[in-house]
């Protein structure tokens, strides 16, 4: 571990932040210190490397859905100023992206040998553990569950798995045990016998304890160092400032197939990097970690608007606009209570604790993807600052020009979201094929305002999944979406009283408007 820290203490002697090469991080309770990482290499990877010994995390799906490989990722947020955890899939996390962490897996927190941790016994317990595949990754959302909260309701817990799917149980005894650490928790009046081993001893079960970095390595949390680590024909590189951000994406960009910018690695991470049968891949060799860059992970409150970092997560986000909700007046709130209430069926715990504000915009504006982000900034009105070493502009959400139309170098900086109006409505809808972490098939936002006579003076309507390039073969990513706006629509309901025959007259406009994306039918007919 000395060479890690001795890097950090020269960068910091010299006042020159020179890249280095190796990757310190904890594992359960442990400093690991590792040469030359791959950047190919995910943390579930490493975990199951015999050595390791950490297999007890299970690999199920890869691509970030199933929630068995969750782990707890501790780490030093900038913008908070404070170390957090969060559940994330150790399938997508990068080995390459674990410097200044630490990372707590199902074999950290407990065993039969060593004594279990009470959110193991209680699963176990009570019948919440069949194949057991999923089991570790249920216990490590519970468990950080519990280390970030001092009291937790029984809706708090249940909607805290999202990602996490079990096969066998029906989820029933798993969420009936995890409800017995909430604080309004009341047993059934006929709770069924479980019978436990006669010889198992529950004086064995530790009680409840926060884990905390030490002392000495939180100061290596708060200080990240720049990383450049070239392996196997692959190129991992965290810059820790803006400037060093511009000249690498310069130098090596633009984002495309080889260069690719990342903080969670939701985004291409799901992708195989060779096609196994004949699916897409992505297989980038520049890979640039934004996620140490304290100027993009900023969030300002203001009196007019919130301005949010590009490098904040979906989760932190979540958590500024309930902040925001609470301390601002009633009448500012509408569109953020909108936008909370959107983002909250947008993937799942795992990868909004990781995916960025950014990155999601990112994919909706240049790769087609339907995305119910830039959906919902868009109904709120929205604009984009985009920074470069040529200077600043800004752009409305839905203006936001493609990654080959800006100036070498630049990146989505932050993003200015406005308070509503008095008098003024949103609400959202999101068809898809299951309630949670799932892709939308077709999204829509909608604003209106009111004057004193109930008359329209303000409207936005907005869709996405509507219109599409339907040539499969023009791209990679499947169907290429973009979201409209229903602008005539909008133009006749301006100035009319807002009653049921403006509604059906609106919808009949809507309709026809719409039409005109109706999309192709083949030989097979219009269900093709």
Same mark, same amino acid.
Not at 43 to 59: F, N, S
Not at 111 to 127: H, P, R, T
Not at 143 to 155: E, K, M, P
């Given at each position: 571990?000395?060479?890690?820290?001795?890097?950090?203490?020269?960068?910091?002697?010299?006042?020159?932040?020179?890249?280095?090469?190796?990757?310190?991080?904890?594992?359960?309770?442990?400093?690991?210190?590792?040469?030359?990482?791959?950047?190919?290499?995910?943390?579930?990877?490493?975990?199951?490397?015999?050595?390791?010994?950490?297999?007890?995390?299970?690999?199920?799906?890869?691509?970030?859905?199933?929630?068995?490989?969750?782990?707890?990722?501790?780490?030093?947020?900038?913008?908070?100023?404070?170390?957090?955890?969060?559940?994330?899939?150790?399938?997508?996390?990068?080995?390459?992206?674990?410097?200044?962490?630490?990372?707590?897996?199902?074999?950290?927190?407990?065993?039969?040998?060593?004594?279990?941790?009470?959110?193991?016994?209680?699963?176990?317990?009570?019948?919440?553990?069949?194949?057991?595949?999923?089991?570790?990754?249920?216990?490590?959302?519970?468990?950080?569950?519990?280390?970030?909260?001092?009291? *937790?309701? /029984?809706?708090? =817990?249940?909607? !805290?798995?999202?990602?996490?799917?079990?096969?066998? &149980?029906?989820? +029933?005894?798993?969420?009936?045990?995890?409800?017995?650490?909430?604080?309004?928790?009341?047993?059934?009046?006929?709770?069924?016998?479980?019978?436990?081993?006669?010889?198992?001893?529950?004086?064995?079960?530790?009680?409840?304890?926060?884990?905390?970095?030490?002392?000495?390595?939180?100061?290596?949390?708060?200080?990240?160092?720049?990383?450049?680590?070239?392996?196997?024909?692959?190129?991992?590189?965290?810059?820790?400032?803006?400037?060093?951000?511009?000249?690498?994406?310069?130098?090596?960009?633009?984002?495309?197939?080889?260069?690719?910018?990342?903080?969670?690695?939701?985004?291409?991470?799901?992708?195989?990097?060779?096609?196994?049968?004949?699916?897409?891949?992505?297989?980038?060799?520049?890979?640039?970690?934004?996620?140490?860059?304290?100027? *993009?992970? /900023?969030?300002? =409150?203001?009196? !007019?608007?919130?301005?949010?970092?590009?490098?904040? &997560?979906?989760? +932190?986000?979540?958590?500024?606009?309930?902040?925001?909700?609470?301390?601002?007046?009633?009448?500012?709130?509408?569109?953020?209570?909108?936008?909370?209430?959107?983002?909250?069926?947008?993937?799942?715990?795992?990868?909004?604790?990781?995916?960025?504000?950014?990155?999601?915009?990112?994919?909706?504006?240049?790769?087609?993807?339907?995305?119910?982000?830039?959906?919902?900034?868009?109904?709120?009105?929205?604009?984009?600052?985009?920074?470069?070493?040529?200077?600043?502009?800004?752009?409305?959400?839905?203006?936001?020009?493609?990654?080959?139309?800006?100036?070498?170098?630049?990146?989505?900086?932050?993003?200015?979201?406005?308070?509503?109006?008095?008098?003024?409505?949103?609400?959202?809808?999101?068809?898809?094929?299951?309630?949670?972490?799932?892709?939308?098939?077709?999204?829509?936002?909608?604003?209106?305002?009111?004057?004193?006579?109930?008359?329209?003076?303000?409207? +936005?309507?907005?869709?996405?999944?509507?219109?599409?390039?339907?040539?499969?073969?023009?791209?990679?990513?499947?169907?290429?979406?973009?979201?409209?706006?229903?602008?005539?629509?909008?133009?006749?309901?301006?100035?009319?009283?807002?009653?049921?025959?403006?509604?059906?007259?609106?919808?009949?406009?809507?309709?026809?408007?719409?039409?005109?994306?109706?999309?192709?039918?083949?030989?097979?007919?219009?269900?093709?």
């Amino acid at each position: 571990n000395a060479p890690a820290f001795e890097d950090l203490f020269l960068n910091t002697l010299n006042e020159k932040l020179t890249p280095k090469s190796q990757v310190t991080f904890m594992l359960d309770g442990n400093r690991v210190t590792l040469d030359n990482v791959s950047p190919q290499t995910r943390l579930i990877d490493y975990l199951h490397r015999p050595d390791v010994a950490k297999a007890g995390t299970k690999l199920v799906c890869g691509q970030g859905g199933c929630g068995a490989c969750t782990v707890m990722l501790t780490s030093y947020d900038p913008g908070q100023n404070k170390v957090v955890n969060k559940a994330i899939n150790a399938c997508l996390r990068p080995l390459a992206g674990l410097d200044g962490t630490m990372v707590t897996t199902t074999q950290g927190i407990g065993s039969v040998k060593s004594g279990l941790d009470e959110v193991q016994y209680k699963l176990a317990a009570n019948n919440g553990s069949q194949c057991g595949y999923c089991s570790p990754g249920f216990t490590m959302n519970m468990y950080t569950l519990r280390q970030n909260n001092q009291q *937790l309701s /029984q809706q708090q =817990i249940v909607d !805290n798995f999202d990602g996490n799917i079990c096969r066998c &149980t029906g989820y +029933r005894p798993i969420l009936e045990a995890f409800k017995q650490f909430a604080d309004d928790y009341e047993p059934p009046a006929d709770a069924p016998e479980i019978k436990i081993d006669p010889d198992f001893d529950p004086s064995s079960v530790k009680p409840f304890t926060r884990i905390f970095p030490p002392s000495d390595y939180i100061d290596y949390m708060m200080q990240p160092q720049p990383l450049l680590i070239s392996a196997d024909g692959y190129t991992y590189e965290r810059p820790v400032s803006l400037e060093a951000l511009y000249k690498t994406k310069a130098l090596n960009g633009p984002i495309g197939e080889s260069f690719r910018l990342l903080s969670g690695n939701t985004s291409i991470g799901i992708y195989e990097t060779q096609p196994i049968y004949a699916e897409t891949a992505l297989n980038p060799n520049y890979l640039v970690d934004v996620s140490a860059i304290a100027e *993009l992970q /900023q969030v300002d =409150i203001g009196s !007019n608007g919130m301005v949010l970092g590009g490098g904040i &997560t979906l989760t +932190r986000m979540l958590d500024v606009l309930t902040q925001a909700i609470k301390q601002l007046d009633t009448e500012k709130t509408a569109g953020l209570i909108a936008l909370r209430e959107h983002l909250q069926v947008v993937a799942n715990l795992q990868v909004r604790n990781e995916a960025t504000l950014a990155g999601n915009v990112f994919i909706g504006t240049n790769l087609g993807f339907l995305s119910d982000v830039v959906l919902m900034l868009a109904t709120l009105g929205a604009t984009v600052t985009v920074t470069s070493p040529k200077g600043t502009q800004t752009h409305d959400i839905l203006t936001l020009p493609k990654e080959n139309e800006l100036p070498p170098g630049a990146i989505y900086h932050s993003f200015n979201i406005p308070y509503s109006q008095p008098d003024t409505y949103f609400d959202s809808y999101k068809i898809r094929r299951r309630n949670e972490d799932c892709h939308a098939l077709v999204n829509a936002g909608f604003m209106v305002q009111f004057d004193d006579n109930n008359t329209v003076n303000n409207c +936005r309507i907005i869709y996405n999944g509507i219109k599409a390039n339907y040539q499969l073969e023009s791209t990679k990513y499947g169907i290429q979406f973009e979201p409209v706006t229903a602008n005539k629509t909008c133009d006749f309901l301006l100035g009319k009283c807002w009653n049921q025959d403006t509604l059906h007259e609106a919808l009949a406009c809507l309709a026809q408007e719409m039409a005109v994306y109706e999309p192709p039918s083949g030989e097979a007919g219009q269900y093709e």
